[in-house]
């Protein structure tokens, strides 16, 4: 089973795809990095060139994570290894 691990990191590699592999990991790790509250008034949308998109449910909201922007872009690069994401957007 590690070798299949390997050949599959290697081809990644060999391929520039780990980067964006990596990046596409931040929409499956957003509820457990920003918590229980703002994951039921979000919805992680996309991630494109390292910048994350969020829906979220109400101005109200999206004006508080803005404020917030900057700690949730620090967790969220702290539990991917990297500074993987550069920018998240609210929508």
């Known amino acids: 089973m590690q ?4 050949a599959i990191t290697a081809l990644l590699k060999n391929n520039n795809l780990e980067k964006g592999v990596n990046q596409n990991n931040a929409l499956l790790i ?6 229980k509250k703002i994951a039921q008034n979000t919805n992680p949308d996309n ?5 994350l998109t969020i829906k979220v449910k109400s101005p109200t909201w ?5 404020f917030e ?7 969220l690069n702290k539990k991917l290894g990297k500074n993987t ?7």
């Open 69 to 75: 922007k900057q700690k949730i872009l620090k967790k």
């Open 62 to 66: 999206r004006q508080e994570l803005i």
């Open 85 to 91: 994401i550069r920018e998240i957007r609210f929508i």
């Open 47 to 51: 991630v494109e060139h390292g910048v």
């Open 30 to 35: 957003w509820a457990s990095t920003v918590g």
């Open 3 to 6: 070798e299949l691990k390997n």
